[in-house]
C-alpha cells in the first residue's frame, strides 16, 4: 500500500503504488527521487496530475463535463423566474428582534386559520414486506425505514396505484430501495416500469436484483429540476400512465418533482429548452382545474396520464422561494417571499433536538449506509437555528414545535392547493407514527374522476 499518512481519515493511503515505488501515483511528490511536479486538477482540485500529463488527464477525468441526456432540458421544472419576485438575502432568524419574530408568528397563524391542521393517520402495511419486518436481523434503523415502505405501498394500494402497465418514477431513489417493494408488491405484473431518478452516484443499489425480471428498471441520473420525462426514451415509447413517489424528499426536491409530473410531463414540448417555459406562462395558476380536465377529455390522442402522486414530505426548511410551487397560495393570504424565507427556516422547530444521537440510534448489525441514511436528516436538524438566544425566554419548546407544525402544514397546503387547481385530488395524511420518523407526513394525490383513464396494458 501507498506509504502516505492521511490525516484527515487517520489512516495510511490505500492505493496500490506502482512495482518499485513507495508511494502512489497521487502521493508520488514526497518520493525523494521524483522530480515531476504534481499540480491540482482545474476541473476538480480535490485531486492532483502531473503536470505533463494534464492535456491527456483532462479528457478522461471524472470531473470532466459529460454529454448531457436527450432527457435534460434547462430548469424546465425550476418554476416561471420573476425578478421582482426573487427573494433578497435575508438576515438569519437569530438577528430578529423579539417584536420582529412575534409579527412573524402572528402573521403564521393568521394564514393558518382555516387550515386542516389536525391529519388523518393512514398508517398501513403490505404484505408484501411482513417477512422482512419480522427478519431480527434488521436492526433498529432498518426496521423504520422498513415500516414506512410497508406503509407507503399500503397507501398506494388504497388508491388503486399498484397495478400493472403502469411506470413508477421515483424521485430522489437513492438506492432504489422504494422502487424495489413496488416491485416485489407487483409479482412481476405485466408492462410495469421503473424510472429512479438520482442527481448523485449511489452505492449499494439494489437494482441488480431485479436483473432478468419482466420488469424494466432504468436509472436517471440527472437533477429533478432538468428532467423533462417526455424525452424519456423507455416512457416515450411506451407512453404507460405515470406514478411519482419518493420517499423523504427533501425540499425543493418535492415542488421540482410536482412541477415536473403535473406541468411538464403533461404540457413539455418538442421543442428547444426555452417553449417548455413559454408554454408554462400561459397555463393559467388559478382556477385550471376545469379547463384541465376539458382538455385532457378532448386530447384521446396522446393524453400522457399521471395516474398517481405518493411522496413522503421532509425537510421542509431546504424549500425555495424560487422553486415552490404554492407561491400563488402564500400570496393570496397576504405573505410573500420574506415570510417564506423565515417560515421554512422555522418549520425546522418541529423535529429538531428530539431525536438521539446516531450512535445510540444504530445497532451493530446496521449497515453503514443504512446509518448514514438516517443521520442524513438527523444531522440536517441540528444544524438549523433551533435554539437561538432570540428564542430563549420567549418561546418554550412545546412552542416552538407547534409554530414549526404550523410552518410545515401552511408550506405543504401550498401544495396541495397548487395539484388542485392542475386537476388532482390531493390529501395529506400521516403515514408512519413520529417514534419511527418525525418526517411522518404522506402527500398523495390522484387525478379528478373526470381526468381518471383506464391503463394501458
Known sequence: RCGHFVRRKGRFCRMVPAPGRRFCGEHGQEEEQNDRKRIPC???PKHTVYEDQL???????????????????????AGLKDVAD????????????????????IKLKKASNGLELHLKEQILSHQALQEALNDPKNGESAF?????????????????LLGPGRCFVEFGAGRGKLSHWVDVA???????????????????KVDGKHKGRDSIFERLQVDIQHLCLNKVPVLEKTKLPVVGIGKHLCGAATDLALRCLVESYTTCCDGGNEEPAAKRSRTPVTGAAPDTAADHGKNTEDPKPVAGIVIALCCHHKCDWTHYVGR????SVGLGPVEF??????????????????????????SEDQRNDTEEHEQTFSRTESGSDTLQGILTAEERKEIG??????????????????GYKAALQYYTDSAVSLENVLLTAVPSPSLIKEPTT
Open 405 to 422: 407544525g404550523l410552518c410545515k402544514r401552511l408550506i405543504d397546503h401550498g401544495r396541495i392547493e397548487y395539484l388542485q387547481q392542475q
Open 55 to 77: 492535456q491527456k488527464h483532462l479528457k478522461k477525468c471524472n470531473s470532466r463535463e459529460k454529454p448531457k441526456p436527450v432527457y435534460f432540458v434547462q430548469d424546465i421544472n
Open 42 to 44: 482545474p476541473l476538480d
Open 186 to 204: 407487483l409479482q412481476n405484473a405485466e408492462s410495469v416500469q421503473f424510472l429512479l431518478v438520482e442527481r448523485a452516484t449511489t452505492r449499494f
Open 328 to 331: 400563488e397560495f402564500f400570496k
Open 144 to 160: 423504520k425505514h422498513l415500516k414506512q415502505q410497508a406503509s407507503i405501498l399500503g397507501n398506494m394500494e388504497k388508491l388503486h
Open 86 to 105: 426573487t427573494p433578497e438575502k435575508q438576515v438569519p432568524l437569530s438577528f430578529l428582534s423579539v417584536e420582529e419574530l412575534q409579527n412573524l408568528i
Open 341 to 366: 424565507h423565515y417560515f421554512q427556516r422555522m418549520s425546522s422547530w418541529a423535529t429538531c433536538g428530539m431525536r438521539e444521537t446516531p450512535s445510540k440510534a444504530s445497532t451493530s448489525e446496521e
